[in-house]
């Protein structure tokens, strides 16, 4: 019998995710995942700026980079009737242009699932916290109050028992984990049907002179998109809304997958190689909740919803994100169990505000119907800053001001702020000439930011039980502009901020304290579910 903390079952980005993080934070897990290797299709290609700041935090940044698209092909959208057709509309997408561009120190990157998921395995397998098993399937499962007995069977044949504390349910929209906690879902399901095709062709005469992410084909018999992988030889094409163009999955041999792709190009002699074909179906639903005794619901197991934004990859990781440092405190016994129902009331809105905007989005474009001319999408498309970086927390893991949520629109508008339960945000830092981002200083553990007056904050953070790493910025680590990171930070000269391991805002005191060890560890204690 396997004895772990921590079971995960389903090795995507969101269980490889996962493993890291548990790694990270000194946490034994057993990943598992029923595929023999990780995914041979593109698939999700988008990991938004918020995504990439989580990647930079463990150290995988420049290597998840390194595997992505050229970057000349991110942010931009074009439609056209074939691919080397007059433009109808193309868009910058707000999202990585203008303003947004301010607000992290990691932009948008074009990265496709089946590059980026070995870069995840191997951090995952080079953890020796971790233990990663393709091809072995969760057969059964069943919680209790003490955690959870479980029963796999390897690619040999041989069935193993496990028996885990928790219980991380990665295995995707159609989560055979979700079905068995009768866990419901909410929504719109099979919003419109999609087939995939992953192919290899020389596309460089009809892209080189204008670069772009996606290639939207709007013909009055055929709706596609081509999807950019390298930018040289490697792309996909979507066909959508299948059933109202007349089409069905079974016709897509890949006979006549070269056939639509030619004639989405507008060329019958171009030379095309079918990689692989994949038939699905939209849907957006979100699960009625997240977690069900000692089982959590992560990424499409919790929310499915179309890629029409490029979120469902995003909010699946950050949901691992949110999962693991609280998952670790509690095993450390460090927190209370209690910190872990903290997990649904925290990621369900964020889930639900995503998948409610990605719907919208595809509606917007006309997926539901046939059109006989190009429909454009709403405004929102690809300008969610406000849902990129504006996840703000209400839980017993915040302590709460009082004052109102941060303003504006949710969706297109992002106001920095370090109001408990935002994302802290970044500012500008310098060391010894060394340029840095306040969110390089987060990621590890619990963090205290404070300024040269507020030295008391440091030094009370030295006595509490659980460790806190304090940082004075105004010494050796100095703000860009001076005393920018006050304001952002809504700080005066002798407040202090505490940041939770996922980046998010805990606590803040806009200014001393008479006790501050006292106010510390009662804020440490609210957070971690703690008995004071």
């Known amino acids: 019998m396997i004895d772990v903390p921590v079971l995960i079952v389903g090795g995507g980005p969101v269980g490889l995710t996962a493993s890291i993080y548990l790694s990270h934070f000194g946490i034994r897990s057993l990943l598992v995942e029923r595929h023999p290797g990780t995914a041979v299709l593109p698939k999700a290609r988008a990991l938004n700026a918020r995504t990439m700041e989580m990647y930079r935090q463990m150290g995988l940044e420049e290597e998840i980079r390194a595997v992505s698209m050229p970057q000349k092909f991110a942010g931009a959208v074009l439609w056209s009737e074939t691919l080397g057709g007059p433009v109808i509309k193309r868009l910058e997408a707000p999202r990585g242009h203008g303003e947004a ?5 990691s932009g948008n990157l074009g990265c496709s699932q089946d590059v980026l998921e070995p870069v995840l395995r191997r951090r995952a397998e080079a953890a020796s916290a971790a233990q990663v098993c393709f091809g072995t399937e969760l057969l059964s499962f069943t919680p209790s109050d003490e955690g959870v007995r479980a029963t796999v069977r390897h690619e040999s044949g041989e069935q193993e028992e496990v028996k885990a504390r928790y219980l991380v349910a990665a295995d995707g929209a159609r989560s055979k984990i979700r079905e068995q906690l009768g866990i419901a879902r909410r929504g719109e399901p099979d919003v ?6 992953h192919f290899r062709a020389d596309l460089t005469p009809w892209m080189a002179d204008r670069p772009a992410a996606l290639y939207l084909i709007e013909q009055p018999e055929l709706r596609g998109t081509f999807l950019t992988i390298n ?35 507008d060329d019958k002699q171009v030379p095309i190689e079918v990689l692989g074909v994949g038939a699905w179906k939209a849907s957006a639903m979100v699960a009625e909740r997240y977690r069900a005794g000692p089982v959590f619901l992560a990424g499409d197991a919790a929310h499915e919803m179309p890629p029409t934004g490029g979120f469902g990859l995003n909010t699946g990781v950050q949901d691992a994100h949110n999962l693991a440092w609280k998952l670790a405190a509690v095993l450390r016994g460090e927190a209370g169990e209690a910190l872990l129902d903290t997990y649904d009331p925290e990621r369900r809105p964020v889930g639900e505000a995503v998948t409610q905007s990605s719907l919208l989005n595809a509606l917007s474009m006309g997926r539901t119907s046939k059109q006989d001319k190009a429909v454009l999408p709403r405004k929102e498309f690809l300008a969610e800053i406000g849902l990129v970086f504006g996840a703000h927390y209400a839980s017993s893991a915040v302590v709460p001001e009082g004052g109102a949520a ?13 109001a408990p339960g935002c994302r802290a945000p970044h500012v500008a830092l310098t060391k010894s000439g060394q340029r840095l981002s306040t969110l390089d200083l987060f990621g590890r553990g619990f963090v205290l930011l404070t300024a ?22 105004g010494e050796a680590l100095r703000s860009e502009e001076n005393g920018r990171w006050l304001a952002v930070y809504g700080l005066q000269q002798d407040g202090a901020v505490l940041v939770r391991p996922d980046g998010h805002v805990g606590w803040r005191s806009t200014s001393a304290a008479d006790h501050p060890a006292q106010a510390l560890q009662a804020a440490l204690d609210a957070i971690l579910s703690r008995s004071s």
């Open 101 to 105: 561009v301010s607000f992290s120190v």
């Open 192 to 197: 419109y049907d999609s087939v995939n095709i």
């Open 231 to 265: 930018g040289t030889d490697r792309w996909g094409f979507l066909v959508t809304s299948l059933s109202h163009y007349g089409f069905t999955p079974e016709q897509f041999t890949p006979e006549f997958c070269i056939e639509i792709i030619r004639r989405a190009v």
């Open 406 to 418: 941060p303003a504006g629109d949710p969706i297109l508008e992002y106001v920095p702020s370090a």
């Open 452 to 473: 040269p007056q507020g030295v008391a904050w440091r030094d009370a953070a030295g006595t509490l039980a659980v460790q806190v790493e304090s940082i004075v910025i």
